[in-house]
Nanobody, 123 residues
Framework: QLRLVESGGGLVQPGGSLRLSCTVSGDTLQNNAIGWFRQVPGKERTLVSCSNPHVTNTYYENSAKGRFTISRDNAKNTVDLQMNSLNADDTAVYYC????????????????WGQGTQVTVSA
């Protein structure tokens, strides 16, 4: 069973940057795809970015392309999400999640979840 712990959220001004980190324990990170989701109140959890377990290709939701970068360190069992040029629409609770396949799009397809970290973009 995997355990995922997010860190790095907080308050940032528009245009600023944050780096979220997902630390995975209980299994080898390289066996799992790791997705970063976000959720705002009243809306469903949506996939922002995903890192595949054995290949270098990654997924980005359209609004994240060119601003966010996902990276994994299998030796450290971490998957980071670097977020630049943040705006108010990026305000949400961010979750990392794991699935033992290639990246998939929907929250229900992921098996393990972290507790979430709040990101607030505000002046």
């Amino acid at each position: 069973q995997l355990r995922l712990v997010e860190s790095g959220g907080g308050l940032v001004q528009p245009g600023g940057s944050l780096r979220l980190s997902c630390t995975v324990s209980g299994d080898t990170l390289q066996n799992n795809a790791i997705g970063w989701f976000r959720q705002v109140p009243g809306k469903e959890r949506t996939l922002v970015s995903c890192s595949n377990p054995h290949v270098t290709n990654t997924y980005y939701e359209n609004s994240a392309k060119g601003r966010f970068t996902i990276s994994r360190d299998n030796a450290k069992n971490t998957v980071d999400l670097q977020m630049n040029s943040l705006n108010a629409d990026d305000t949400a609770v961010y979750y990392c999640a794991a699935v033992s396949t290639q990246c998939v799009l929907y929250a229900y397809q992921y098996t393990y979840w972290g507790q979430g970290t709040q990101v607030t973009v505000s002046a």
